[in-house]
């Protein structure tokens, strides 16, 4: 498969077990967030989305949390499944633009 | 199905030979955009399109070239390729509704090697 998760951090969690992927955005000025999954070998897949009037957002087993102040972004899945395994990245919109920019990823992998 | 289909799914070429890799989206979308994907890097944008005839540059252009003649096509050009273009590369579409954002989404990839 691809090899663009060489020198991703990597989470570790049981299956059954929540994790938690967390996101440091870089823009003040940004007003979109959203996580995406890439799977070894295909293109990003979107997860879930936030806009800055938000703090929190809930999807079918996944949740997601911003904190303008700190500017830092986290993604939560319950009862982490092995089809869970894949690299997960966040992305930022800078408002007024569609400029985005993207996180450098995080790998998960799920233990059965 | 609503997608963005990229081909070739892999291409081995040499340094300066022009090649052209299609990007085509059938959900109507009118941005359109190019990244490549390098380890240890967030994806970087190459191009944007927010329409028919409308292209610009993203962060990363030098030595690539696209155009937008119609909606759902989006090629990328690279007319001299060189080696530090040897990379994962990424079409990617979205609505464009005012002021509301919509997210982006993404073909399946090309693995471009230029030797």
């Known amino acids: 498969g691809e090899s663009v998760g060489l020198h991703l951090p990597t989470l570790s969690v049981q299956e059954g077990d929540n994790s938690i992927i967390n996101c440091a955005y870089s823009?003040?000025?940004?007003?979109?967030f959203i996580w995406y999954k890439q799977e070894s070998g295909k293109g990003p897949q979107f997860i879930i989305d936030?806009?800055?009037?938000?703090d929190k957002r809930q999807g079918q087993r996944v949740t997601v949390l911003l904190n303008k102040t700190v500017k830092h972004l986290s993604l939560q899945i319950a009862a982490t499944q092995p089809g869970d395994s894949a690299v997960y990245f966040c992305?930022?919109?800078?408002?007024?633009?569609?400029?985005?920019?993207f996180g450098t990823g995080t790998r998960l992998k799920v233990l059965a | 199905e609503a997608q963005v289909t990229q081909n070739p799914r892999y291409l081995i070429t040499v340094t300066g030979k022009k090649l052209t890799v299609t990007c085509s989206q059938n959900?109507?979308?009118?941005?359109m955009s190019w990244y490549r994907q390098d380890p240890g890097l967030g994806l970087r944008q190459i191009y944007y399109?927010?329409?028919?005839?409308?292209?610009d540059k993203g962060d990363v252009p030098e030595g690539y070239k696209v155009s937008r003649k119609e909606k759902r096509n989006f090629p990328l050009i690279l007319e001299s390729p060189s080696p530090n273009q040897t990379s994962l590369y990424f079409c990617?579409?979205?609505?464009?509704?005012?002021?509301?954002?919509?997210?982006?989404?993404f073909g399946n990839g090309t693995r471009l090697t230029v030797t």
């Open positions: 990617a579409s979205s609505l464009v509704d005012g002021g509301v954002s919509s997210p982006l989404h």
């Open positions: 823009n003040s000025a940004s007003d979109y």
């Open positions: 936030i806009r800055s009037n938000m």
């Open positions: 992305a930022e919109k800078v408002e007024g633009t569609y400029k985005y920019i």
């Open positions: 959900m109507n979308h009118e941005y």
């Open positions: 399109s927010m329409n028919v005839e409308v292209t």
